[in-house]
């Protein structure tokens, strides 16, 4: 037989969620050279929204290790002389990433080579863009999931006099699947007109918002018996994701009188577009992946379109509407423009959107040396900004671990272990169960 051509590549992914380990993991695949053998460890940041084994079953992406992880432990793993990684992608909030980066800087101090950095975002970026942004400079890569946000980005570091040159123009690494092909609900036996809504755990928050929106879902399904009705759920009551759901839909349904054509669906995104007809949302970027593959797909107008909900962000998309236009048969038409601007790539030429990166990282990857992390905010341009948010993390001002810093410079011990997960789940019960309540007595 002949020899593998193929070139082993490792590649670290460090995410703090359910939805940030579905992006980074996959990125990594995606941007990774062709031709790579790839081995990916995968770490998972302690903390309120470490997804559980259900959500990373769900998201459906295979690592050859995976553990959970504090800043500091993932710091001394990666400081470690015989710890070799060629990629390294930070999958976390700006804050996080900001931290991290400065702790890279100083573990990696003196190299004579040193792992790529890469980062972005999970999806629609639609608010704090410049502080996100500025949080994810020092990134030998801040990848921008579309040509608007490329743009954006460059913008934004330019204006500050960051370098801008870390940019790259990439899409939403998670969209795919067959396109949507509409024909006569007749000629599909067994299989009827199916109306999805992908809820969103944070958007909207209020009791009286949330419950509108699913009172209009069951309207729309008893308005049309004929259709089925699903309503797509993130995660089980006492998961976390990304954003904090302090009212499940799951129990709002509870109070209702659901018809036999509504459902809840858990699952796979992009399993349950495979049999929608129309996706409807708020925000989520479900409704991207809904585009990708040309399935008609609504934002909301219902609640307003604001910033708060994120819904401005499709201004100009050719999608937006309201429960009372979709219950009289009304049909979206997307803005082609608008699309190819948001790196949906409906047009086929999704796969080509990373090879920008393949070709930059290709290109870094063969440097003899790389020149050392450096973020924008460093004590100097940041002195009443920077050092809180690395402390969060137990670092310094110079990125190394704080005196005192619990394990930061050996593995925590089997107690230790057991104490922190109990611990974590009493933090985790107090976030979701004990908070919302004492909000809601607040409030009477």
Not at 174 to 203: C, I, K, M, N, W
Not at 273 to 283: F, G
Request: proline letters at 7%; one cysteine or more; aromatic letters at 6%.
């Amino acid at each position: 037989m002949p020899a593998s051509t193929s070139k082993s590549l490792r590649v670290a992914v460090l995410a703090d969620s359910d939805t940030r380990w579905k992006w980074g993991s996959l990125t990594a695949n995606r941007v990774s050279p062709a031709g790579s053998d790839i081995r990916l460890d995968g770490f998972l940041l302690r903390g309120r929204a470490t997804p559980t084994a259900r959500q990373l079953e769900e998201v459906g992406v295979r690592a050859d290790s995976l553990r959970e992880v504090t800043a500091l432990e993932f710091l001394r793993e990666l400081g470690k002389e015989d710890r070799v990684y060629d990629v390294v992608v930070l999958a976390l909030v700006g804050g996080a990433v900001q931290a991290v980066l400065h702790g890279l800087s100083r573990a990696w101090e003196g190299r004579a080579k040193r792992p790529l950095v890469v980062t972005g975002y999970v999806g629609v970026v639609y608010e704090k863009l410049a502080d996100g942004l500025l949080l994810r400079h020092g990134a030998d890569l801040v990848l921008a999931n579309s040509r608007q946000d490329a743009d954006r980005f460059r913008a934004v570091y330019e204006g500050v006099g960051a370098d801008a040159g870390s940019v790259t123009e990439v899409a939403l690494p998670f969209l795919g699947g067959a396109a949507y092909a509409e024909h006569d609900p007749s000629e599909r036996p067994g299989r009827p007109y199916t109306v999805v809504f992908a809820a969103q755990p944070s958007v909207p928050e209020s009791r009286k918002d949330r419950t509108y929106l699913l009172d209009r879902l069951i309207g729309h399904a008893r308005l049309h018996p004929d259709r089925e009705v699903l309503l797509k759920l993130r995660s089980k009551p006492g998961e976390h994701t990304t954003h904090i759901e302090e009212l499940p839909y799951q129990k709002l349904v509870q109070k209702a009188d659901p018809p036999a054509n509504f459902r809840l669906v858990y699952g796979h995104m992009g399993e349950v577009l495979d049999r929608t007809d129309l996706l409807v949302t708020i925000s989520s970027t479900a409704a991207l992946e809904s585009l990708h593959r040309r399935i008609p797909t609504v934002v909301l107008s219902d609640l307003g379109v604001r910033e708060a909900l994120g819904n401005h962000h499709f201004v100009g998309s050719g999608c937006l509407a309201s429960w009372d236009q979709l219950d009289d048969g009304y049909r979206p038409v997307p803005d082609p423009e608008w699309v190819a601007r948001q790196g949906v790539a409906a047009d086929g030429s999704y796969e080509t959107a990373f090879d920008a990166a393949r070709l930059r990282i290709t290109e870094l990857l063969a440097a003899d040396k790389l020149p050392p992390l450096a973020p924008y905010y460093t004590p100097v341009t940041a002195p009443g900004y920077l050092p809180g948010i690395l402390a969060r993390h137990h670092l310094g001002p110079d990125g190394s671990p704080l005196p005192g810093a619990p394990a930061a410079d050996r593995e925590p011990s089997p107690v230790r272990q057991f104490v922190r997960r109990a611990a974590r789940g009493a933090y985790r019960h107090g976030v979701q169960r004990v908070a919302p309540v004492i909000r809601r007595m607040g409030e009477l």
